[in-house]
């Protein structure tokens, strides 16, 4: 997920696109299994995950990393 984001760093990633290279998959109905990784990594790179500065999502789209 960290590399999927590094790759694009600096700009949005949709939901899809890190479904479809993290978990090999286009399926993105009814599930929290990229919230919970996210949040997950959030732990680990921000300073307070509660207030990310690094990792940040984008309403409706999916999330930019901002290295």
Do not use: C
């Amino acid at each position: 997920l960290l590399q999927a984001l590094m790759e694009h760093s600096g700009e949005e990633v949709d939901r899809e696109e890190l479904f479809k290279k993290v978990w090999e998959t286009d399926y993105t109905g009814d599930t929290r299994t990229l919230d919970v990784h996210i949040s997950w990594l959030r732990k680990a790179i921000e300073p307070d995950p509660t207030k990310p500065k690094f990792l940040r999502t984008i309403r409706g789209v999916g999330y930019r990393l901002d290295v």
